[in-house]
């Protein structure tokens, strides 16, 4: 018996009178039952001395008594034995003696082990990923009761991994769990009737109800959606305003989509009062964290001095940040700036490209006439059909004329007509005096004065000087035939063809920021 109380001794087990005596009241009643053998006991005396409760924290010790205790089977002290071991808590690491604990634990249904064991199979950091346990552990959990369980096993179901793949029982666990009030599967719920997702249908309703839930419970994600939701009418009549109140709520947490979504609507004026000074802190936020969008429109601003003072260096870093990142319009964008430097056309060319293969019809357009300008013909051709098919009414007038002429393509006069109409219909005012040339001159269609003339007051209507000279000639004539006066014999009986006006896009016409969705 003295060997045993000398080894206690040693191992810390038994400590001195003064020791004891230092601690209060409860504990010490703790540490004496502790010494006699009781499990729950030694496990609050491991908690004392792991957290430092009652008496100075002593790692070691912690160990020890939850060890005492752990080999007792009591699953608490298990657990905590095992968080100590496996991350190496101020005490010599030991994964696998950990392990063993927490899954003894686990066994006795402890739900705290049975998650933890989850998530360290779900890592594979510390033990060898592994789907099948993951579903087994939290399965167990859920089983117990667990909506936190419940949520991540829905979405082992709803993926299929560790388990056949069966989205009704997602379904379940998710509604479940959220009628326990899980924020994380109350928003998960939300997304899963909004969006449509693994069968279910669409049901705005129902996903207005749980996202609320959850985002009045801080949910970042469904304060997002629910900015959304109230932006596009939703489930409930479009709000502006409301929008505004959960995306400023996303924004304040961090989500990046939500900042740059609000700062949007700043930069427009929708739910809110006009504010670019607003608009250009958020997308900040965003782009700071290379939200994409954020940082084409950002660039924008330092672009034209909007809200920010102008500045083109940071109006290229920002683009730049924006196509590094895939984003379309910033690669256009960053082109457009790179394109006023004869060092730098090659880099706006493939930035250009870029953009232009993202079927971004400005890039195609100006893609294609940079090509045609340096006698790419074939290349131009395809890019400027591209952008003329997504109803670039730039590239459709350009096309046009390159039909007209005979430039890089057979010359045809109907398909020539073809495009200017697409063209002027959509307000080109440089395919409307195209077009009423060529009705006037009956090339390509019947040669028509009266719709001619009102295609050239449409241009003319716009500033299109020339449209405004084939207007007064046209005119002219009319009135001239009219009134039978006889004409210069060098002037025509007609007004002079004038050649087709091939119009680029304009390298500072860049387009502005867009929404983020």
Not at 289 to 316: F, H, I, M, S
Request: charged letters at 20%; a negative charge; proline letters at 3%.
């Amino acid at each position: 018996m003295n060997r045993l109380i000398v080894a206690l001794l040693c191992a810390g087990f038994i400590h001195t009178a003064s020791a004891a005596e230092a601690m209060p009241d409860w504990l010490r009643y703790y540490q004496m039952a502790a010494e006699r053998g009781d499990p729950e006991a030694q496990m609050k005396m491991g908690w004392a001395y792991d957290k430092g409760d009652g008496v100075e924290r002593n790692p070691k010790l912690a160990v020890d008594w939850y060890r005492r205790a752990a080999l007792q089977n009591e699953p608490t002290a298990q657990y905590n034995l095992a968080l100590l071991l496996i991350e190496g808590r101020d005490v010599p690491k030991d994964v696998p003696t950990g392990i063993e604990f927490l899954t003894h634990a686990a066994a006795q249904n402890l739900i705290l082990a049975q998650t933890y064991l989850a998530s360290l199979y779900e890592k594979g950091e510390v033990v060898a990923k592994n789907d099948a346990e993951v579903v087994k552990w939290l399965t167990r959990a859920a089983n117990n009761g667990d909506a936190a369980a419940m949520n991540n096993l829905a979405l082992k179901y709803a993926r299929g991994e560790g388990v056949e793949r069966d989205p009704a029982k997602a379904q379940k666990l998710l509604t479940d769990a959220a009628q326990q009030g899980n924020a994380l599967a109350q928003a998960n719920l939300g997304t899963l009737y909004r969006e449509g997702l693994e069968g279910t249908a669409v049901d705005y309703g129902q996903a207005l109800t749980w996202l609320t839930l959850a985002a009045e419970q801080g949910n970042v994600t469904a304060q997002a959606k629910l900015g959304w939701m109230y932006l596009k009418g939703q489930g409930v009549t479009a709000n502006p305003a409301e929008a505004v109140k959960w995306f400023v709520l996303a924004a304040n947490q961090g989500d990046a989509d939500a900042q740059t979504q609000l700062g949007w609507m700043a930069e427009q004026g929708q739910g809110m009062e006009k504010n670019e000074q607003l608009a250009a802190q958020s997308y900040k936020q965003a782009a700071a964290n290379k939200q994409a969008v954020a940082a084409n429109n950002l660039g924008t601003l330092y672009r034209d001095g909007r809200g920010v003072a102008a500045d083109p260096q940071e109006a290229a870093r920002w683009f730049r940040v924006s196509a590094e990142a895939g984003d379309a319009l910033g690669q256009y964008n960053l082109a457009t700036l790179l394109e006023a430097d004869a060092a730098t056309m090659d880099e706006a060319l493939a930035w250009y490209r870029r953009a232009a293969e993202q079927k971004l019809a400005a890039a195609q357009s100006r893609l294609g006439w940079l090509l045609l300008e340096r006698g790419d013909d074939a290349e131009a051709v395809k890019w400027l059909t591209r952008a003329a098919e997504q109803n670039d009414a730039q590239a459709q007038n350009n096309l046009g004329v390159m039909y007209e002429t005979g430039r890089a393509v057979e010359k045809n006069a109907t398909t020539a007509a073809s495009w200017y109409r697409r063209a002027a219909e959509a307000g080109d005012a440089a395919a409307q005096n195209n077009l009423g040339a060529l009705l006037r001159d009956g090339l390509g269609v019947p040669q028509n004065y009266d719709e001619a003339a009102a295609w050239f007051k449409r241009a003319a209507d716009q500033g299109y000087a020339k449209a405004m000279l084939n207007l007064g000639a046209l005119y002219e004539l009319q009135a001239k035939a009219g009134t039978g006066q006889r004409r210069a014999a060098s002037s025509p009986s007609t007004p002079a063809a004038s050649a087709p006006t091939a119009i680029p896009l304009p390298a500072t016409a860049a387009p502005v920021g867009k929404p983020l969705q």
